[in-house]
Protein backbone atom coordinates (compact mmCIF):
# COMPACT_ATOMS: atom_id res chain seq x y z
CA UNK A 1 0.00 0.00 0.00
CA UNK A 2 2.82 2.18 -0.48
CA UNK A 3 1.49 3.79 -3.32
CA UNK A 4 -1.97 4.18 -2.38
CA UNK A 5 -2.17 7.61 -1.84
CA UNK A 6 -1.08 8.67 -5.49
CA UNK A 7 -3.72 6.56 -7.13
CA UNK A 8 -6.71 6.98 -8.14
CA UNK A 9 -8.21 2.92 -8.54
CA UNK A 10 -9.85 2.06 -5.70
CA UNK A 11 -7.59 -0.25 -3.22
CA UNK A 12 -9.08 -3.43 -0.91
CA UNK A 13 -6.88 -4.73 1.56
CA UNK A 14 -6.97 -8.06 3.27
CA UNK A 15 -5.15 -8.73 6.62
CA UNK A 16 -4.43 -12.82 6.65
CA UNK A 17 -3.50 -12.44 10.22
CA UNK A 18 -5.02 -10.32 13.37
CA UNK A 19 -1.98 -8.97 14.01
CA UNK A 20 1.38 -8.45 13.27
CA UNK A 21 2.94 -7.36 10.05
CA UNK A 22 0.61 -8.90 7.65
CA UNK A 23 -1.95 -6.71 9.73
CA UNK A 24 -0.08 -3.93 9.88
CA UNK A 25 0.61 -4.39 5.87
CA UNK A 26 -2.93 -4.50 5.23
CA UNK A 27 -3.44 -1.34 7.17
CA UNK A 28 -0.94 0.99 6.27
CA UNK A 29 -1.42 4.26 4.61
CA UNK A 30 -5.18 3.27 6.27
CA UNK A 31 -6.69 6.90 5.00
CA UNK A 32 -6.25 5.90 1.13
CA UNK A 33 -7.88 2.80 1.23
CA UNK A 34 -11.15 2.27 0.28
CA UNK A 35 -11.87 -1.14 3.09
CA UNK A 36 -9.60 -3.48 4.54
CA UNK A 37 -11.03 -6.92 5.08
CA UNK A 38 -10.04 -8.57 8.47
CA UNK A 39 -10.93 -12.54 9.12
CA UNK A 40 -12.22 -12.04 12.14
CA UNK A 41 -14.33 -9.22 14.98
CA UNK A 42 -10.63 -10.01 16.70
CA UNK A 43 -8.59 -8.62 13.30
CA UNK A 44 -11.22 -5.57 13.19
CA UNK A 45 -10.85 -4.37 16.70
CA UNK A 46 -7.01 -4.42 16.02
CA UNK A 47 -6.68 -2.65 13.34
CA UNK A 48 -9.12 -0.19 14.29
CA UNK A 49 -7.22 1.04 17.35
CA UNK A 50 -4.23 0.49 15.87
CA UNK A 51 -4.20 2.52 13.21
CA UNK A 52 -6.78 4.75 14.92
CA UNK A 53 -9.98 4.26 11.97
CA UNK A 54 -13.00 6.18 13.91
CA UNK A 55 -14.75 4.91 10.48
CA UNK A 56 -16.50 1.93 11.54
CA UNK A 57 -17.66 0.69 7.79
CA UNK A 58 -13.83 0.80 7.00
CA UNK A 59 -12.45 -2.67 8.56
CA UNK A 60 -15.07 -5.19 6.44
CA UNK A 61 -15.10 -8.78 8.50
CA UNK A 62 -15.27 -11.69 5.53
CA UNK A 63 -14.62 -14.84 7.04
CA UNK A 64 -12.97 -17.42 4.61
CA UNK A 65 -15.24 -20.12 3.38
CA UNK A 66 -15.02 -23.62 2.01
CA UNK A 67 -16.73 -25.07 -1.24
CA UNK A 68 -18.80 -27.75 -1.76
CA UNK A 69 -22.33 -27.51 -1.49
CA UNK A 70 -22.94 -30.61 -2.85
CA UNK A 71 -21.67 -32.41 0.91
CA UNK A 72 -23.87 -34.24 2.84
CA UNK A 73 -23.79 -35.08 6.48
CA UNK A 74 -23.16 -38.69 7.56
CA UNK A 75 -23.36 -39.50 10.75
CA UNK A 76 -20.93 -42.30 10.90
CA UNK A 77 -18.59 -40.35 13.44
CA UNK A 78 -21.54 -40.45 15.92
CA UNK A 79 -20.73 -44.26 16.75
CA UNK A 80 -17.38 -44.18 16.80
CA UNK A 81 -15.79 -46.39 19.49
CA UNK A 82 -12.17 -45.36 18.83
CA UNK A 83 -12.29 -41.56 18.70
CA UNK A 84 -9.62 -40.19 16.10
CA UNK A 85 -8.01 -36.82 17.61
CA UNK A 86 -6.30 -34.82 14.29
CA UNK A 87 -3.60 -32.20 14.84
CA UNK A 88 -2.76 -30.69 11.59
CA UNK A 89 0.05 -28.15 12.32
CA UNK A 90 2.56 -30.07 12.37
CA UNK A 91 5.59 -28.16 14.42
CA UNK A 92 4.43 -25.00 14.45
CA UNK A 93 5.16 -22.64 16.72
CA UNK A 94 2.00 -20.38 16.05
CA UNK A 95 0.09 -23.64 16.38
CA UNK A 96 1.34 -24.47 19.82
CA UNK A 97 3.95 -27.32 18.94
CA UNK A 98 5.38 -27.67 22.37
CA UNK A 99 0.82 -27.47 23.81
CA UNK A 100 0.35 -30.53 21.60
CA UNK A 101 3.95 -32.48 22.70
CA UNK A 102 2.77 -32.23 26.13
CA UNK A 103 -0.79 -33.06 25.64
CA UNK A 104 0.27 -36.66 23.40
CA UNK A 105 2.65 -37.20 26.41
CA UNK A 106 -0.29 -37.17 28.47
CA UNK A 107 -2.71 -39.29 26.29
CA UNK A 108 0.16 -41.78 25.74
CA UNK A 109 0.22 -42.40 29.55
CA UNK A 110 -3.55 -43.31 29.79
CA UNK A 111 -5.73 -46.15 28.99
CA UNK A 112 -8.36 -44.34 26.79
CA UNK A 113 -9.10 -45.87 23.09
CA UNK A 114 -8.25 -43.64 20.47
CA UNK A 115 -6.33 -42.57 17.65
CA UNK A 116 -4.13 -39.52 17.90
CA UNK A 117 -3.00 -38.29 14.09
CA UNK A 118 0.22 -35.66 13.96
CA UNK A 119 -0.32 -34.45 10.21
CA UNK A 120 2.51 -32.81 8.85
CA UNK A 121 6.40 -31.55 9.80
CA UNK A 122 7.82 -33.83 12.21
CA UNK A 123 11.18 -31.60 12.52
CA UNK A 124 11.36 -29.68 15.58
CA UNK A 125 11.70 -25.80 15.74
CA UNK A 126 15.08 -26.18 18.26
CA UNK A 127 16.20 -29.16 16.14
CA UNK A 128 19.38 -27.49 14.94
CA UNK A 129 20.25 -26.03 18.36
CA UNK A 130 19.47 -29.30 20.56
CA UNK A 131 22.30 -30.50 22.33
CA UNK A 132 20.69 -34.03 22.66
CA UNK A 133 20.97 -34.41 19.36
CA UNK A 134 16.94 -34.32 19.07
CA UNK A 135 15.52 -33.38 15.89
CA UNK A 136 12.12 -35.32 15.63
CA UNK A 137 9.07 -35.41 17.57
CA UNK A 138 9.02 -38.94 16.96
CA UNK A 139 12.46 -39.16 19.22
CA UNK A 140 10.62 -37.23 21.81
CA UNK A 141 7.20 -40.07 21.91
CA UNK A 142 8.07 -43.72 21.92
CA UNK A 143 6.27 -45.73 19.68
CA UNK A 144 2.48 -46.10 20.42
CA UNK A 145 -0.13 -47.80 18.07
CA UNK A 146 -2.54 -45.09 18.87
CA UNK A 147 -0.07 -42.20 17.90
CA UNK A 148 0.70 -42.06 13.75
CA UNK A 149 3.04 -39.35 12.75
CA UNK A 150 2.00 -38.91 8.98
CA UNK A 151 5.11 -36.79 8.22
CA UNK A 152 4.78 -34.04 5.14
CA UNK A 153 1.65 -35.89 2.96
CA UNK A 154 0.06 -34.67 -0.37
CA UNK A 155 -3.29 -32.17 0.45
CA UNK A 156 -5.29 -35.19 -0.71
CA UNK A 157 -4.32 -37.19 1.79
CA UNK A 158 -4.08 -34.26 4.72
CA UNK A 159 -7.52 -33.82 3.73
CA UNK A 160 -8.68 -37.66 4.41
CA UNK A 161 -7.16 -37.40 7.62
CA UNK A 162 -8.92 -34.04 8.66
CA UNK A 163 -12.47 -35.67 7.49
CA UNK A 164 -11.56 -38.44 9.80
CA UNK A 165 -11.64 -35.93 12.34
CA UNK A 166 -13.56 -36.70 15.57
CA UNK A 167 -11.84 -34.24 17.33
CA UNK A 168 -9.92 -31.31 15.52
CA UNK A 169 -7.22 -29.89 17.74
CA UNK A 170 -6.04 -26.08 16.71
CA UNK A 171 -5.22 -24.59 19.70
CA UNK A 172 -3.18 -22.08 18.08
CA UNK A 173 -1.07 -18.88 19.23
CA UNK A 174 -2.27 -17.12 16.49
CA UNK A 175 -4.57 -17.36 13.67
CA UNK A 176 -6.63 -15.58 10.83
CA UNK A 177 -9.05 -17.53 9.58
CA UNK A 178 -7.83 -20.98 9.28
CA UNK A 179 -9.04 -23.35 6.02
CA UNK A 180 -8.42 -26.29 8.19
CA UNK A 181 -10.80 -25.63 10.47
CA UNK A 182 -13.55 -24.94 8.03
CA UNK A 183 -12.78 -28.15 6.56
CA UNK A 184 -12.74 -30.24 9.52
CA UNK A 185 -15.87 -28.38 10.14
CA UNK A 186 -17.41 -28.74 6.40
CA UNK A 187 -16.53 -32.70 7.57
CA UNK A 188 -18.51 -32.43 10.77
CA UNK A 189 -16.30 -32.41 13.70
CA UNK A 190 -15.49 -31.17 17.47
CA UNK A 191 -13.11 -28.75 17.46
CA UNK A 192 -11.11 -27.46 20.17
CA UNK A 193 -9.41 -24.79 19.73
CA UNK A 194 -7.32 -22.11 22.51
CA UNK A 195 -8.67 -18.78 23.84
CA UNK A 196 -6.42 -16.59 22.54
CA UNK A 197 -7.86 -13.69 19.97
CA UNK A 198 -8.21 -14.85 16.18
CA UNK A 199 -11.00 -16.21 13.77
CA UNK A 200 -10.81 -20.01 15.16
CA UNK A 201 -12.07 -18.98 18.85
CA UNK A 202 -14.70 -16.78 17.23
CA UNK A 203 -16.20 -19.33 14.97
CA UNK A 204 -16.50 -21.30 17.98
CA UNK A 205 -18.13 -18.81 20.10
CA UNK A 206 -20.52 -18.15 17.00
CA UNK A 207 -21.08 -21.57 16.63
CA UNK A 208 -21.40 -22.73 20.03
CA UNK A 209 -20.32 -25.97 19.37
CA UNK A 210 -16.95 -27.09 20.15
CA UNK A 211 -14.87 -26.27 23.30
CA UNK A 212 -12.18 -23.61 23.72
CA UNK A 213 -9.24 -23.94 26.46
CA UNK A 214 -6.81 -21.65 27.52
CA UNK A 215 -4.13 -20.67 25.42
CA UNK A 216 -0.73 -22.80 26.60
CA UNK A 217 -2.49 -24.79 29.05
CA UNK A 218 -1.80 -28.54 28.01
CA UNK A 219 -3.20 -29.90 31.20
CA UNK A 220 -6.78 -28.46 30.05
CA UNK A 221 -6.29 -29.58 26.75
CA UNK A 222 -5.37 -32.58 27.78
CA UNK A 223 -8.35 -33.05 30.21
CA UNK A 224 -10.98 -31.87 27.64
CA UNK A 225 -9.83 -34.51 25.17
CA UNK A 226 -10.56 -36.49 27.98
CA UNK A 227 -14.31 -35.65 28.63
CA UNK A 228 -14.71 -36.12 25.31
CA UNK A 229 -13.79 -39.42 25.04
CA UNK A 230 -15.52 -40.46 28.20
CA UNK A 231 -18.24 -38.68 27.77
CA UNK A 232 -18.55 -38.88 23.79
CA UNK A 233 -22.77 -38.83 23.90
CA UNK A 234 -22.47 -35.69 25.10
CA UNK A 235 -20.85 -34.78 22.39
CA UNK A 236 -22.64 -36.79 19.35
CA UNK A 237 -24.97 -32.89 19.18
CA UNK A 238 -21.63 -31.51 17.76
CA UNK A 239 -21.00 -33.60 14.70
CA UNK A 240 -24.07 -32.24 13.19
CA UNK A 241 -23.91 -29.01 14.36
CA UNK A 242 -20.31 -27.86 12.80
CA UNK A 243 -21.54 -29.46 9.54
CA UNK A 244 -24.88 -27.54 9.51
CA UNK A 245 -22.76 -24.22 10.57
CA UNK A 246 -20.57 -24.62 8.01
CA UNK A 247 -22.90 -24.95 5.23
CA UNK A 248 -24.41 -21.72 6.42
CA UNK A 249 -22.11 -19.36 7.35
CA UNK A 250 -18.93 -20.32 5.80
CA UNK A 251 -20.37 -20.92 2.86
CA UNK A 252 -18.92 -20.10 -1.23
CA UNK A 253 -21.90 -17.99 -1.48
CA UNK A 254 -22.01 -16.05 1.65
CA UNK A 255 -18.59 -15.31 0.85
CA UNK A 256 -19.09 -14.19 -2.63
CA UNK A 257 -21.99 -11.91 -2.08
CA UNK A 258 -20.40 -10.07 0.80
CA UNK A 259 -17.27 -9.58 -1.45
CA UNK A 260 -19.38 -8.32 -4.60
CA UNK A 261 -21.15 -5.89 -2.09
CA UNK A 262 -17.64 -4.72 -1.06
CA UNK A 263 -16.10 -4.41 -4.33
CA UNK A 264 -18.86 -2.28 -5.99
CA UNK A 265 -19.01 0.19 -3.12
CA UNK A 266 -15.37 0.81 -3.54
CA UNK A 267 -15.79 1.44 -7.45
CA UNK A 268 -19.14 3.71 -6.31
CA UNK A 269 -17.26 5.87 -3.90
CA UNK A 270 -14.82 8.34 -4.63
CA UNK A 271 -11.11 7.17 -3.37
CA UNK A 272 -8.77 10.05 -1.35
CA UNK A 273 -5.74 11.28 -3.37
CA UNK A 274 -2.67 13.49 -3.11
CA UNK A 275 -0.53 14.32 -5.35
CA UNK A 276 3.03 12.87 -5.92
CA UNK A 277 5.74 14.04 -5.14
CA UNK A 278 9.10 12.77 -3.74
CA UNK A 279 9.09 14.17 0.09
CA UNK A 280 4.90 13.01 -0.24
CA UNK A 281 6.62 9.67 -1.66
CA UNK A 282 9.02 8.46 0.81
CA UNK A 283 7.18 9.84 3.80
CA UNK A 284 4.47 7.19 2.46
CA UNK A 285 7.23 3.88 2.96
CA UNK A 286 8.23 5.52 6.42
CA UNK A 287 6.63 2.87 8.53
CA UNK A 288 3.57 4.42 10.45
CA UNK A 289 4.73 4.16 13.83
CA UNK A 290 7.60 6.12 13.20
CA UNK A 291 5.37 9.10 11.70
CA UNK A 292 5.62 12.42 13.29
Known sequence: PY?????????????????GIQA???????????TIIALSNYSKQYLEKEFKILDTQKVKVVYNFVSDNTQKYNSYKEFSKELTIVFP???SVQKSVD???DTVYRLKLSAMNFKFVWLGDTTLPSAKKSLLRIEKTTQLISTD???LFTGKVSREEAMQYIASANIFLLPSRGEGCPMTLLE????????????????????LEISKCGEIVPQGDSEKLYQVIKKIIENHNEYINCYKKTFEFSKTYLSQDIW????????????????????????????SMIPYRYRI
Open 256 to 283: RSKMSEIILDATQKPKKVIKINLIRFYK
Open 89 to 91: GGT
Open 24 to 34: DNAGYNTDYLN
Open 184 to 203: AMREGCIPVVSDSHHGSREL
Open 145 to 147: KRI
Open 99 to 101: VIL
Open 3 to 19: IAPFVTTPIITVAHFVN
